[in-house]
């Protein structure tokens, strides 16, 4: 399916022509070619965008499912609802009073991993991060957004931009232009399922004691924001949630920690895990053999 970076202020078409240009793994587009090929897009000040075919779309829903009988098809035993309460030198325990042997542990448990060695992740500078997300009601009559959608807002999200020339300057713009959207760390993302549904997303809080519920004026943010980008025919909203996360206060991409041996803790993708976690496994798992 690929991803679309829409550009619609002259910094963040800079950042794309930074980025993208010369890469033979992306595509520059203007802006009448990117309405002929992707029409939902919103022409109005569209300036270009930069195509990349390597982005697919997970529908967790359906995925995790199915990767829990690959797992087991290789042989993986998976308890859940059974969580691990204590960690000892070779064994864990769990609520439900079992303990497990292991010769090696890997703790990857999102920010549950809180529970264990508090002290070791706080001098790892790791924060929580609170996010909300949607997703809509199946499109009509057989919409197709044609890509994964994001915008400007994006550009100054992921740190795969932020080396580029002009991202300091958009970053300046889009804090000046819409401060409500930096307060809350709002970037919008729109990927289309094959039920026809969309996913749409997000914003970041951060912080130890963030307040239960989430902010309805926060889904609105995100829900203009997508507007300026995205022309869909239905925004009606059948799902609301929330995810936390893990991530790093000085902008590491990863956190790998050894608090004893043979233990290995794993978190702060920050946001990424889903793209980095494949690869990240299998050099957690090849530095045990250095």
């Given at each position: 399916?690929?991803?679309?970076?829409?550009?619609?202020?002259?910094?963040?078409?800079?950042?794309?022509?930074?980025?993208?240009?010369?890469?033979?793994?992306?595509?520059?587009?203007?802006?009448?070619?990117?309405?002929?090929?992707y029409p939902a897009?919103?022409?109005?000040?569209?300036?270009?965008?930069?195509?990349?075919?390597?982005?697919?779309?997970?529908?967790?829903?359906?995925?995790?499912?199915?990767?829990?009988?690959?797992?087991?098809?290789?042989?993986?035993?998976?308890?859940?609802?059974?969580?691990?309460?204590?960690?000892?030198?070779?064994?864990?325990?769990?609520?439900?009073?079992?303990?497990?042997?292991?010769?090696?542990?890997?703790?990857?448990?999102?920010?549950?991993?809180?529970?264990?060695?508090?002290?070791?992740?706080?001098?790892?500078?790791?924060?929580?991060?609170?996010?909300?997300?949607?997703?809509?009601?199946?499109?009509?009559?057989?919409?197709?957004?044609?890509?994964?959608?994001?915008?400007?807002?994006?550009?100054?999200?992921?740190?795969?931009?932020?080396?580029?020339?002009?991202?300091?300057?958009?970053?300046?713009?889009?804090?000046?232009?819409?401060?409500?959207?930096?307060?809350?760390?709002?970037?919008?993302?729109a990927a289309q399922?094959?039920?026809?549904?969309?996913?749409?997303?997000?914003?970041?809080e951060y912080g130890?004691?963030?307040?239960?519920?989430?902010?309805?004026?926060?889904?609105?943010?995100?829900?203009?924001?997508?507007?300026?980008?995205?022309?869909?025919?239905?925004?009606?909203?059948?799902?609301?949630?929330?995810?936390?996360?893990?991530?790093?206060?000085?902008?590491?991409?990863?956190?790998?920690?050894?608090?004893?041996?043979?233990?290995?803790?794993?978190?702060?993708?920050?946001?990424?895990?889903?793209?980095?976690?494949?690869?990240?496994?299998?050099?957690?798992?090849?530095?045990?053999?250095?």
């Amino acid at each position: 399916q690929g991803s679309l970076s829409l550009a619609y202020r002259e910094e963040a078409w800079g950042v794309l022509n930074e980025f993208g240009g010369g890469r033979g793994d992306f595509e520059l587009l203007e802006a009448g070619e990117v309405v002929g090929r992707y029409p939902a897009a919103n022409p109005d000040g569209l300036r270009g965008a930069l195509l990349s075919r390597e982005e697919a779309v997970v529908h967790t829903p359906t995925a995790i499912p199915a990767l829990t009988e690959y797992a087991r098809g290789l042989g993986v035993v998976i308890h859940f609802g059974v969580p691990v309460v204590k960690v000892h030198g070779d064994r864990v325990d769990t609520a439900d009073g079992r303990a497990f042997g292991f010769d090696r542990l890997v703790i990857a448990a999102g920010e549950e991993m809180r529970l264990f060695f508090p002290e070791e992740l706080e001098a790892a500078q790791i924060q929580p991060c609170r996010l909300q997300m949607m997703r809509t009601v199946p499109q009509p009559g057989g919409f197709d957004l044609g890509a994964i959608f994001v915008s400007d807002l994006t550009l100054c999200h992921y740190p795969a931009f932020r080396d580029c020339p002009s991202t300091a300057k958009l970053r300046s713009r889009l804090e000046a232009e819409l401060p409500e959207h930096d307060r809350w760390g709002v970037h919008v993302i729109a990927a289309q399922h094959q039920d026809g549904t969309l996913t749409l997303g997000d914003s970041h809080e951060y912080g130890m004691d963030l307040p239960v519920g989430s902010r309805p004026e926060v889904d609105e943010l995100i829900l203009g924001a997508l507007r300026d980008f995205a022309v869909i025919p239905d925004l009606r909203i059948a799902m609301r949630w929330q995810g936390t996360y893990l991530k790093s206060r000085v902008g590491q991409t990863q956190v790998v920690l050894e608090p004893r041996e043979r233990v290995t803790m794993v978190t702060a993708m920050g946001g990424l895990g889903m793209t980095l976690s494949w690869g990240l496994a299998m050099r957690t798992i090849q530095s045990w053999n250095t």
